[in-house]
């Protein structure tokens, strides 16, 4: 099985300053079939379920705003909020899909207001 | 627009047994996969089963196996996981998920808002 790990667990960040978010898979999630890396972002706000923000590691959901970013390739992925919104205060977990399951998800990562 | 609407959560006493629907809409059932992924209190969320969208194929978290049985009516565009022999650490809310084709390995784009299932004496 396929084990990820985020980081932080948690992290306090002023309105319109930058977050950044670690994910860590213990097997490279990059198929070499298509060359592409099987791992997701979602955020989850609460009472409500996660809402995707990327798949494929990079490719942005239609409506996420492009202040979120997200990067890496095969077992080191980031998600990144350049500036900080008020709306942005959520738990974000990553999720790896690759070929066979089980998938799994981060422990998630919650971003607060500082 | 895709819809997914789950029911028959509730309260059950351990070794017990509930049936989970989840109805969709809005795409046609038969080109996709669906997933069931629950989340405990204060945890992340946790893939559970998978079926592929003719049915031949279902696959299982180890934490479920033997358990839960998924399975798919075409008929009703519906969903069911059948979860006997319920434990404490089955308490959740469960959600279903439809995959991003007809396979199993699959980003998760559409979800429903979940059911609760609460196992206690």
């Known amino acids: 099985d396929i084990a990820v790990t985020q980081s932080p667990d948690s992290l306090a960040v002023s309105l319109g300053e930058r977050a950044t978010i670690k994910c860590t898979t213990s097997?490279?999630?990059?198929?070499?079939?298509?060359?592409?890396?099987?791992l997701a972002w979602y955020q989850q706000k609460a009472g409500r379920p996660p809402t995707l923000l990327f798949y494929?590691?990079?490719t942005r959901e239609s409506g996420v705003p492009d202040r979120f970013r997200a990067s890496g390739s095969g077992t080191d992925f980031t998600l990144t909020i350049s500036s900080l919104q008020a709306e942005d205060v959520a738990v974000y977990y990553c999720?790896?899909?690759?070929?066979?399951?089980?998938?799994?998800f981060g422990q998630g990562t919650k971003v607060e207001i500082k | 627009q895709v819809d997914l609407v789950e029911s028959g959560g509730g309260v059950v006493h351990p070794g017990g047994s509930l049936r989970l629907s989840c109805l969709t809409s809005?795409?046609?059932?038969?080109?996709?996969?669906m997933h069931w992924v629950r989340q405990a209190p204060g945890k992340g969320p946790e893939w559970l089963a998978a079926?592929?969208?003719?049915?031949?194929?279902?696959d299982y978290a180890d934490s479920v196996k033997g358990r839960f049985t998924l399975s798919r009516d075409d008929s009703k565009n519906a969903v069911y996981l059948q979860m006997d022999n319920l434990r404490v650490e089955d308490t959740a809310v469960y959600y279903c998920?439809?995959?991003?084709?007809?396979?199993?390995?699959?980003?998760?784009?559409?979800w429903g808002q979940g059911t609760l299932v609460t196992v206690s004496s």
């Open positions: 998920v439809r995959a991003r084709d007809t396979g199993l390995d699959s980003y998760f784009s559409y």
């Open positions: 809005g795409f046609t059932f038969t080109n996709y996969g």
């Open positions: 079926i592929v969208h003719d049915g031949t194929s279902q």
């Open positions: 097997h490279s999630v990059l198929s070499s079939a298509n060359n592409k890396n099987y």
């Open positions: 494929w590691a990079s």
């Open positions: 999720h790896q899909y690759y070929y066979l399951p089980p998938y799994t």
